[in-house]
């Protein structure tokens, strides 16, 4: 048997066996965690990590119940300007200080095991803590590194090697006062994420037509208030709006002829005859390709994305996707102009204060 440092290697003994057995840690540090314990671990931080933010963001913003799982509406970062920055903050420096300065978060304290120098046993410190996250991001490479665990004979994953950090399965003879609340805490998370859910609802709708109700041609622009809820738990969160909303404009009553439509969007309340010369104003080329489909040229300049659906000569919709509808403020007017044989010809015109 030879000793170097904290570790101590036995050969094996009987038959066939090799020049170096497996390694044994200094009794004084513990012993090498298993890769399930660590992968337990993950999963009730994370869990814990899903249930603080949604608690501190709501469910903008929120981490998604699981690691690499993500829904569309569930895993949005907020706009900026419109979080508590603060609680995120306090909450990733309360892990990376618990990490430091106690080896454990509150998965690793739940499954009894540390993250710790691997000479003196102790805490890794605040820097080599930092460290070790960063390298991570080598771990992260194929997972090859978060697999290395399995055949390391220390346990070791490229960013425990790189800052000389073991990971260590440090069972209490007794239930300690907090190993019981780190443990309590991972339960709670894990049932939020078990229990969570999601919807939206309408709940108001802005509108406002260019023309009397009969009267011809007549464009209404509308655009619908979203409020978007999300619990877990009991704890529920609502964002008013769920976040950018299409604007909808319908027409009807397009003279016969009409080769194409010209669509403008630009910021409610822009003055002058023609909204196509205003600031931050964009317009859309509408017009028949094959019958009865409708071709928007250019679709997506600018990253200002339509859609229409309909035929030019019946009544017809035109959609604004939401982030495009933001881009030209809280309000948007709408001018649309028909192209036919005579050349241009306007056909109407309709502001929507509150977008």
């Not at 704890?235 to 709006?241: A, C, D, S, T, V």
């Amino acid at each position: 048997m030879t000793t170097t440092g904290s570790l101590t290697h036995v050969p094996p003994r009987g038959p066939g066996a090799g020049a170096l057995g497996p390694v044994i840690l200094d009794p004084g540090i513990g012993e090498p965690a298993s890769w399930l314990r660590r992968v337990v671990a993950l999963l009730l931080d994370w869990a814990v990590l899903a249930f603080a933010t949604f608690l501190i963001l709501g469910n903008v913003g929120s981490f998604p119940p699981v690691p690499f799982y993500t829904v569309d509406g569930l895993t949005h970062w907020p706009r900026v300007g419109t979080w508590p920055w603060w609680g995120v903050v306090a909450l990733i420096a309360s892990y990376v200080l618990l990490q430091a300065y106690t080896g454990r978060t509150p998965g690793k304290a739940a499954v009894a095991i540390s993250v710790v120098d691997d000479t003196s046993g102790r805490p890794v410190g605040l820097l080599r803590t930092v460290a070790r996250w960063i390298l991570h991001l080598f771990d992260a490479i194929l997972c090859i590194g978060y697999l290395r665990p399995l055949w390391h004979a220390e346990g070791r994953t490229f960013a425990d090697s790189g800052v000389r950090s073991l990971v260590v399965h440090r069972p209490a003879e007794r239930a300690t006062a907090v190993s019981l609340a780190a443990t309590t805490v991972c339960v709670v998370a894990v049932a939020a994420v078990v229990t969570s859910s999601m919807g939206a609802r309408s709940v108001g709708t802005s509108s406002v037509s260019c023309a009397a109700p009969g009267d011809l041609p007549r464009a209404t622009v509308t655009r619908d208030s979203v409020q978007e809820w999300a619990t877990r738990l009991w704890f529920i969160r609502r964002e008013i709006p769920a976040g950018p909303q299409p604007v909808r404009i319908d027409l009807e009553g397009v003279p016969s002829g009409t080769q194409q439509l010209l669509v403008t969007a630009a910021p409610f309340g822009t003055s002058g005859d023609d909204l196509r010369d205003a600031d931050r104003a964009h317009t859309w080329t509408v017009g028949l390709t094959e019958f009865p489909m409708l071709e928007i040229d250019p679709s997506d300049a600018d990253g200002l994305t339509a859609y229409a659906s309909g035929m030019l000569s019946q009544p017809w919709s035109m959609e604004i996707a939401g982030p495009a509808a933001d881009r030209l403020g809280p309000g948007i007017s709408v001018q649309i102009v028909m192209v036919g044989p005579d050349g241009e010809q306007p056909l109407c015109a309709a502001g929507l204060a509150d977008g």
